[in-house]
Structures are given as structure tokens and as C-alpha cells.
């Protein structure tokens, strides 16, 4: 039997790279999608690939937006009981003094306001179930400076702190909150900006970068989170290649000396 049988899941970022291949995991396992992204076209292809699914053209920095992503879902699908917050863009690169200050804000925007409303609009009936959980995609960005990727860095780290203070708010009512990271992964997001003038100039060496993993590993890595099998590390930043089992067997050490989480060193 698949695995997420009778699961609801919205994945936002859904049309292409990373989201994509998040989607296409957890329709392999049995769970019912719903497909978020600005574009259209992407988002109604990859719909149309799934057993069941419903794509709905949505920008997360958006509240009403968002409101009628979980009404559709959950009139054409059934009350989520997941979502995977992977909307995210990078398109301020430079210096911070240099550029355009809209492209920073939206590259926080996305990442950050857009996993709140949408983390918002759906634990009131996850709460009410009484289960559910969320999957925040993340980066390594967030862990140390990233010059000339400011706007993107910041986004990542405060999504971050969102997801543990979100975790321990609803850890007294079956919903886990989790934050991702893919790794590097050569999407087409990473191609634009390794290609644009700005990339070539700033960060040239992320053309030439050999250690790219597959976009599939993050969905085996959310088809697992959503099975419940790791529901003890809620709170906790998880890579792609960790030992998932072996971080499973030490999750209460792991809560105890606080890992696997952005906080000061002193």
C-alpha cells in the first residue's frame, strides 16, 4: 500500500525544479496534491501528470491568494494534512547598497511571508484534526554569510527561526513543523542567476560548481517527514544526505544538546 494513502498535501513552488520533485514523490506514494506556483502553464503540465491533483495559480505573498489556494484544495481534494512551503526566488544579486531594493524585500518575502500565510491558513484544520504537518524547504544560506546573496540568505535564516517557534506552539496538538534543505541543486532558478550579468560578475562560481545532487532526494527526504516516521525532530533543519534513521534513533539526545537548529554560539 502506498504510504500516504488518504493524505492531502500543498506544495507550493510546485511547477518546476525542487517543488517539482517534491510533488511528483509524494503522488508516487498515494497522496492527493495540490500544486501552487505563479505560473500557469508549469503548474496545469505537472498536474497533469498526477492521479490527483489540482493546480492553482497562486503568489504566496499574496493573503487572498493564499485563502483560496486551501479553499480550492480542500474543496476538490480534502483537508490538507501537508504542506511543503518551497515558493522562493534570488533575484537581488550584489552588494546590499547596490540594486534594486524591491528584488531584495521579494527574495525575503517569498521565502518568509510566504510560508507564514500559508503555514497560517492551514493549522487552524490541522489543529482541529488534531495532526498534520509542515515542511519548510530551507538552505544552507541560511548557516553563515552570503555576500552578494543577502536578500536570499536572510530569507532562509529567518524561515528558520519560523519553523522552531511555529514547532513549539503547536507541539501539544499533533501537527511537526520541519525545515529542508535540498542542497545544492542545478534548477533553472540557479541557471538564471549563475547566467545573468549580475551572477557572472558577483558570484562566479556558481557556474562551475561540480557537487549538484538530485532534486529527487529532497522528495524522498518529505515522503518520509510526511509518513510521521520522524515526527520526534520537529523543529529541527534537516540536509538531504543526513542519516535520517540514525537522527530518528538520537532525536531525544538531539533535543537535549539542541542541534540540528539556527542558534548563537558563545
Excluded at 501552487?36 to 492553482?56: G, K, N, Y
Excluded at 494534512?81 to 524585500?105: F, I, K, N, R, S
Excluded at 529541527?236 to 539542541?258: M, P
Aim: glycine residues 10%; negative net charge; charged residues 25%.
Amino acid at each position: 500500500m502506498a504510504r500516504l494513502q488518504g493524505q492531502v498535501a500543498i506544495v507550493t513552488g510546485a511547477g518546476r525544479g525542487v517543488g517539482r520533485a517534491i510533488v511528483e514523490a509524494l503522488a508516487a506514494e498515494g497522496a492527493a496534491v495540490g500544486l501552487a506556483a505563479r505560473s500557469e502553464r508549469e503548474l496545469a503540465e505537472a498536474a497533469s501528470r498526477l492521479p490527483r491533483a489540482v493546480a492553482v495559480p497562486t503568489d504566496v505573498t499574496r493573503r487572498a491568494d493564499v485563502e483560496r489556494l486551501v479553499a480550492v484544495v480542500e474543496r476538490e481534494l480534502g483537508a490538507p494534512t501537508l504542506l511543503v512551503a518551497g515558493a522562493g526566488t534570488w533575484d537581488h544579486v550584489g552588494p546590499a547598497w547596490e540594486g534594486d531594493p524591491e528584488a531584495w524585500w521579494r527574495d525575503v518575502e517569498v521565502t518568509l511571508r510566504g510560508t507564514f500565510l500559508c503555514t497560517r491558513e492551514v493549522l487552524p484544520g490541522m489543529i482541529a484534526g488534531g495532526s498534520g504537518r509542515i515542511v519548510a524547504v530551507s538552505s544552507y544560506a541560511a548557516n553563515d554569510p552570503r555576500p552578494y546573496s543577502s536578500g536570499y540568505a536572510s530569507g532562509k535564516a529567518a524561515l528558520l527561526r519560523f519553523v522552531d517557534s511555529v514547532a513549539a506552539e503547536v507541539a501539544d496538538h499533533g501537527v511537526y513543523v520541519f525545515a529542508v534543505t535540498p542542497g545544492f541543486v542545478r534548477t533553472r532558478l540557479v541557471d538564471e542567476v549563475a547566467q545573468s550579468t549580475a551572477g557572472r560578475r558577483w558570484l562566479p562560481e556558481l557556474a562551475e560548481r561540480q557537487d549538484a545532487l538530485e532534486p529527487e532526494r529532497v522528495g524522498r527526504l518529505v515522503v518520509e517527514l510526511a509518513s510521521g516516521r520522524a515526527d520526534a525532530l520537529s523543529g529541527r533543519f534537516l540536509h538531504v544526505l543526513d542519516d535520517l534513521d540514525d537522527l530518528i534513533a538520537r532525536a531525544e539526545q538531539i533535543s537535549r544538546d539542541d542541534r540540528y537548529a539556527l542558534r548563537f554560539q558563545v
